[in-house]
């Protein structure tokens, strides 16, 4: 989740804006193990591309387009289409990193959670989300943890029988 930041101007008053977005989904875009030190530990690898900030760039237009439209004012953008804004800013919810999907093709995990290729290896949290939106995904992490719970209890019940 990339957040830039815009100055919109009015007659009155100057306020910053922050876009938040989302990047797309990309092979080059995961979470590796760093094991360049004594203990391994997770890095996410997450740099936006040319289309990630054009489309940034172009949202920021297009508020100012509504903006200017609707006589509130003027947006800013405090970076260049094709440079990448210096106020560039990252979330936490590291979403998509074991998306799930119908296949291996499209994901790591399947509309069941369990992980493509195993038999019981199950992935829950917003990593399994097909793609991200905006940041306090925990409802939709509280669905999907009942929803594989049903799931492993009629598993359970199943090989019980």
């Given amino acids: 989740m990339a957040h830039a930041v815009a100055r919109l101007l009015n007659e009155r008053e100057a306020f910053l804006l922050v876009s938040v977005a989302e990047q797309r989904r990309r092979e080059s875009s995961r979470v590796v193990m760093d094991r360049s030190g004594p203990n391994p530990t997770p890095r996410v690898d997450l740099v936006p591309d040319e289309e990630d900030l054009s489309q ?47 296949d291996v093709a499209g994901g790591v995990v399947g509309v069941d959670l369990r992980v493509h290729g195993s038999t019981n290896v199950y992935a829950l949290g917003s990593s399994v989300f097909p793609s991200g939106g905006h940041a306090n995904p925990t409802l939709t992490i509280v669905a999907l943890a009942h929803r594989l719970a049903d799931h492993l209890r009629s598993a359970a019940r199943e090989i019980a029988t």
Wanted: proline fraction near 6%; glycine fraction near 12%; avoid cysteine.
């Fill in 56 to 102: 940034l760039y172009r949202s920021l237009k297009a508020f100012d387009t509504a903006f200017r439209a609707s006589r509130i004012g003027r947006v800013y953008p405090l970076f260049s289409e094709g440079q990448p804004p210096g106020n560039l800013g990252w979330g936490h919810h590291h979403m998509g990193t074991t998306a799930m999907s119908k």
